[in-house]
């Protein structure tokens, strides 16, 4: 659904990328909270999450690659934003989509980059807080399980995607460049995403479950129902020792009390590892039997007409445009290594803001900790 330079005119094209700024700096905030702990899984679960909040964007770059047939001549491809909103939270997916879509417009000419924050506002912001919202909604009302999380994950992914349809018809009625019809417009992009929404809604389903299978601390979505690890010591120690004692969750009664036991770290290397190799297989390898039909907005845009005015790319010209290794002539290889080449951009990008974030969230809690301690 990535939209090209010319479809939406310049007054709503520059509405839209202040809507997306703000959005972004709001995400910005709300990341630094989620990344350094705030709210549910507390600081243990968020040490885990900036890693693999820079894994989600490559993740999702990489499947993105991926079209799928949904109808004659159609094709779709994962939006993504309700998989890193369930995976490490709705304001660091914002940032993971938005990264992805910065490094496709820059990279690979993939979405007009005057169209960049049309792009932000429909893919990045509408999926995920639609997502999201819709995900905590029925979380509430399923049973408290894991498998309640997957059909969450699935329902909420199969609604975002024509949300996002909804939006681009709203921005198309308040900025198109062709005279069409808005009423075909909207007929058009909700049919063909709802379908679209089908295959997305499998991508997140699948992806969420497997991760909660092996690791449900990973899924932030999934904070608070896992039970606290508890301690036990042997009834043979001492009378009374047989009672359960939670880990690490009340400080000392006096000064010289025994501090609390610290919640074992598990470590996120075999995920981590696992993800990137699931990213570079689907980009370098699998990309090459993705559907070569045009995808949901393609389609509609030749049907419809709303192409009429589309802009070149200005970075049409770049080493790695429509995904691809300029001057190399095998398209196995060439899109493969592009694939690679895009995962690792992505995923050094991501990191690189996640852990920064992370930081300075860190760094500003410093000096509030020792003021409180000096009171």
Not at 268 to 291: D, E, F, M, N, P
Request: hydrophobic share 50%; net charge positive.
């Amino acid at each position: 659904m990535h939209v090209p330079d010319g479809f939406i005119n310049a007054p709503v094209s520059v509405a839209a990328g202040a809507v997306a700024a703000a959005a972004v700096a709001v995400s910005l905030r709300g990341a630094r909270r989620e990344l350094a702990g705030a709210g549910q899984g507390g600081a243990a679960a968020a040490e885990r999450t900036a890693p693999l909040a820079g894994l989600v964007a490559a993740f999702i770059f990489a499947v993105q690659m991926l079209n799928f047939p949904v109808a004659a001549g159609t094709s779709g491809h994962l939006l993504g934003g309700a998989l890193a909103a369930i995976l490490v939270g709705p304001y660091t997916g914002v940032l993971c989509v938005s990264v992805v879509l910065l490094m496709q417009g820059v990279l690979f000419a993939d979405g007009g980059l005057t169209a960049l924050g049309v792009n932000i506002t429909d893919m990045a912001i509408v999926t995920t807080v639609v997502a999201y919202a819709l995900f905590r909604g029925l979380v509430k009302v399923l049973p408290r399980r894991r498998s309640s999380i997957t059909v969450a994950s699935f329902v909420s992914a199969l609604l975002s995607v024509p949300a996002a349809a909804v939006a681009f018809t709203a921005l198309y009625a308040l900025g198109g460049t062709a005279d069409v019809a808005i009423g075909k417009v909207f007929t058009a992009m909700v049919g063909v995403h709802v379908l679209i929404g089908i295959g997305e809604a499998a991508i997140t389903a699948l992806t969420v479950g497997a991760v909660i299978a092996v690791r449900p601390d990973l899924v932030y979505g999934a904070r608070g129902l896992t039970k606290p690890l508890e301690l036990r010591t042997s009834p043979l120690a001492s009378p009374g020792a047989a009672e359960p004692v939670a880990a690490a969750t009340a400080a000392p009664a006096a000064d010289d009390a025994a501090p609390a036991p610290a919640t074992p770290r598990r470590s996120t290397r075999h995920v981590w590892l696992a993800g990137i190799a699931a990213a570079l297989v689907c980009a370098g390898g699998v990309s090459y039997y993705a559907s070569a039909s045009p995808d949901g907005l393609e389609k509609v845009a030749h049907d419809q007409g709303i192409d009429a005015k589309t802009e070149d790319h200005a970075t049409k010209d770049s080493p790695l445009a429509d995904y691809s290794v300029k001057d190399i002539a095998d398209p196995r290889l060439s899109g493969g290594l592009a694939g690679v080449i895009g995962v690792g951009a992505t995923l050094a990008v991501g990191t690189g803001v996640f852990v920064v974030l992370r930081r300075r969230r860190n760094t500003g809690a410093q000096p509030a900790a020792r003021q409180t301690e000096n009171a």
